[in-house]
Each structure stands twice: as structure tokens, then as C-alpha cells.
């Protein structure tokens, strides 16, 4: 039976705290609001009961960011979508961020089983004045497992309007894309990472989000998977090819705290639903 999920997240300021009210119908939900950093930054966690995302099922989120607020918001482990027996799975994300607002959208990496059919898009509308960080991990098969994504398809949209509209279709078939010195080069693990703002960034303050992510490349084992640049003047965006999910996750994690701290000074303790 496929299951249609929806969950609405709404930011508003009391005083100095960022209070995130959540509605949902279906399996998706929030475990945990959380406040590590103390009261003015909101971490969610959101959960999907039933493990994974199989042919039929539709889920969507929905977040509302007044201004002032300042939310991440993450996953205990990975999103799965499974084998298909025709039916296509889709996954959805809308988020609204209001001036003076900060989004974080960190949920952990999206895992494509072969012969899934698969849907993935994301759009962030930021007003001036507002800006965010967010990643997207996607694994192809299970290369630690030796699975291979052999057959079915994972379509994928991140779109800031007006600003950035990323899109693909990675076919298990496409031998050619997927294993192509100019495709993915045998690489199973493709990572994007952004930081975005509503309106364009000083140019001093882009170069440093992009010298910091540049730096800590350079330094990786992936340094020669890796690259970050600046595609329009108010986003920056870091792209990284991996063999496995954990050294690309690991490069991710330090960028975020390094242009946590670049961007807004902030320090970046590490959500403790992430593995360490």
C-alpha cells in the first residue's frame, strides 16, 4: 500500500526563541525539537516510520520561516527509496524564508536502490535578507555492499527561483553518464552544498565562503573530487563526487562549520543524530 505523507513547518519568534510548530498527516513527522545552541536556533529532527520510500508513496514538506527565525533542520539516518515494481516514488520539500530568517537543510544522505523509481525536488524561496545552507547526498546502489545501481532511474530538482535551478535524471542504464570519465566516473556518491542568500552576496563575503570551502578541499582526501564556485552572485555552491557516503558527508560537515562561523559567526556543534 503506498502511503502519501505531508508535514508543515512553521518558524515564528517569541522573544528571543525560535519556536517551530509542526502538522502532518501520514508517516512524517518531527521526532524531536531540540536547542543546542540555546534558544535562538530550533534543530528538528524529522522521521519517516516506515524505513524507506517504495513505488506509490508521496511525501512532502512544507516550512514557513518568519523573520528573525533560525531553524535546522535534519534526519536521524538515511532516506530510502526502494525497488519499484512500476510505480513512481516521490519526495518533495518547499521551504519560505522570510528577511532576516536562516534556514539550515541538512537531512542525511538519500539512498537509490537499483531498480527504484525515484523523485526528488526541493525549492527554496528566500526574500532579501534572508539566506541559508543545505546539502544534498545522494548514493546510487550500496558501493560498500557491492549493490550497484543497475536499472531504474532517480530524478532530481533543486531550484531557487530566479537564482539556481539544478536538475538530472541518472539512469541505472546510462552506463555512459555513470561511469564516464566526464560523468560520474565510477563514483556511486554525488554531493552538492550551498549556501544561498535572497539577495546577491558582497563580493568579499562570497570569496570567503568559497577560499573556506576551497581550503578544506584542498586538505581532504577528496581534493580532487571536489570544487566550489559561485554560479550567481548571491549563492556559492560546493560539488563533490565520492566512492562512499562517509568521506563526502565528513568534507560537508566541515564546510557547514566553516561557513557557519565565515557567515555568521557561529559556532557549529555537531547534531547528535549524525554519525561522528
Given at each position: 500500500?503506498?502511503?502519501?505523507?505531508?508535514?508543515?513547518?512553521?518558524?515564528?519568534?517569541?522573544?528571543?526563541?525560535?519556536?517551530?510548530?509542526?502538522?502532518?498527516?501520514?508517516?512524517l513527522?518531527?521526532?524531536?525539537?531540540?536547542?543546542?545552541?540555546?534558544?535562538?536556533?530550533?534543530h528538528?529532527?524529522?522521521?519517516?516510520?516506515?524505513?524507506?520510500?517504495?513505488?506509490?508513496?508521496?511525501?512532502?514538506?512544507?516550512?514557513?520561516?518568519?523573520?528573525?527565525?533560525?531553524?535546522?533542520?535534519?534526519?536521524?539516518?538515511?532516506?530510502?527509496?526502494?525497488?519499484?515494481?512500476?510505480?513512481?516514488?516521490?519526495?518533495?520539500?518547499?521551504?519560505?524564508?522570510?528577511?532576516?530568517?536562516?534556514?539550515?537543510?541538512?537531512?542525511?544522505?538519500?539512498?537509490?536502490?537499483?531498480?527504484?523509481?525515484?523523485?526528488?525536488?526541493?525549492r527554496?524561496?528566500?526574500?532579501?535578507?534572508?539566506?541559508?545552507?543545505?546539502?544534498?547526498?545522494?548514493?546510487?546502489?550500496?558501493?560498500?555492499?557491492?549493490?550497484?545501481?543497475?536499472?531504474?532511474?532517480?530524478v532530481?530538482?533543486?531550484?531557487?527561483?530566479?537564482?539556481?535551478?539544478?536538475r538530472?535524471?541518472?539512469?541505472?542504464?546510462?552506463?555512459?553518464?555513470?561511469?564516464?570519465?566526464?560523468?560520474?566516473a565510477?563514483?556511486?556518491?554525488?554531493?552538492?552544498m550551498?549556501?544561498?542568500?535572497?539577495s546577491?552576496?558582497?563580493?568579499?563575503?562570497?570569496?570567503?565562503?568559497?577560499?573556506?570551502?576551497?581550503?578544506?578541499?584542498?586538505?581532504?582526501?577528496?581534493?580532487?573530487?571536489?570544487?566550489?564556485?559561485?554560479?550567481?552572485?548571491?549563492?556559492?555552491?560546493?560539488?563533490?563526487?565520492?566512492?562512499?557516503?562517509?568521506?563526502?558527508?565528513?568534507?560537508?560537515?566541515?564546510?557547514?562549520?566553516?561557513?557557519?562561523?565565515?557567515?555568521?559567526?557561529?559556532?557549529?556543534?555537531?547534531?547528535?543524530?549524525?554519525?561522528?
Open positions: 500500500m503506498a502511503w502519501t505523507g505531508q508535514l508543515t513547518l512553521n518558524y515564528r519568534l517569541d522573544e528571543a526563541r525560535t519556536v517551530g510548530h509542526d502538522r502532518h498527516s501520514g508517516p513527522r518531527v521526532l524531536q525539537s531540540l536547542y543546542p545552541e540555546g534558544p535562538a536556533t530550533c528538528h529532527v524529522l522521521v519517516h516510520p516506515p524505513g524507506g520510500i517504495v513505488g506509490g508513496d508521496v511525501l512532502h514538506i512544507d516550512a514557513h520561516l518568519q523573520s528573525g527565525t533560525h531553524a535546522l533542520i535534519t534526519t536521524p539516518g538515511a532516506t530510502r527509496f526502494y525497488r519499484s515494481a512500476g510505480e513512481t516514488a516521490r519526495q518533495s520539500a518547499h521551504a519560505r524564508v522570510a528577511a532576516g530568517a536562516r534556514l539550515e537543510w541538512l537531512p542525511l544522505e538519500t539512498i537509490c536502490h537499483s531498480a527504484a523509481l525515484a523523485e526528488n525536488h526541493l527554496f524561496d528566500l526574500e532579501p535578507g534572508a539566506e541559508m545552507m543545505g546539502w544534498d547526498v545522494l548514493a546510487l546502489g550500496l558501493p560498500a555492499s557491492g549493490e550497484d545501481f543497475e536499472s531504474g532511474h532517480f532530481q530538482r533543486i531550484e531557487l527561483p530566479g537564482v539556481w535551478l539544478e538530472a535524471r541518472l539512469r541505472g542504464d546510462d552506463r555512459q553518464l555513470l561511469d564516464s570519465p566526464l560523468g560520474l565510477g563514483h556511486r556518491v554525488m554531493a552538492t550551498w549556501f544561498a542568500a535572497g546577491a552576496l558582497a563580493p568579499q563575503r562570497r570569496d570567503t565562503l568559497i577560499d573556506g570551502a576551497r581550503e578544506l578541499c584542498a586538505g581532504h582526501a577528496l581534493t580532487a573530487l571536489a570544487g566550489c564556485t559561485s554560479p550567481s552572485a548571491p549563492l556559492v555552491v560546493l560539488r563533490v563526487l565520492a566512492p562512499r557516503v562517509e568521506p563526502a558527508m565528513q568534507l560537508l560537515t566541515r564546510v557547514w562549520a566553516r561557513w557557519r562561523r565565515d557567515a555568521w559567526s557561529l559556532d557549529a556543534p555537531v547534531p547528535r543524530v549524525w554519525r561522528t
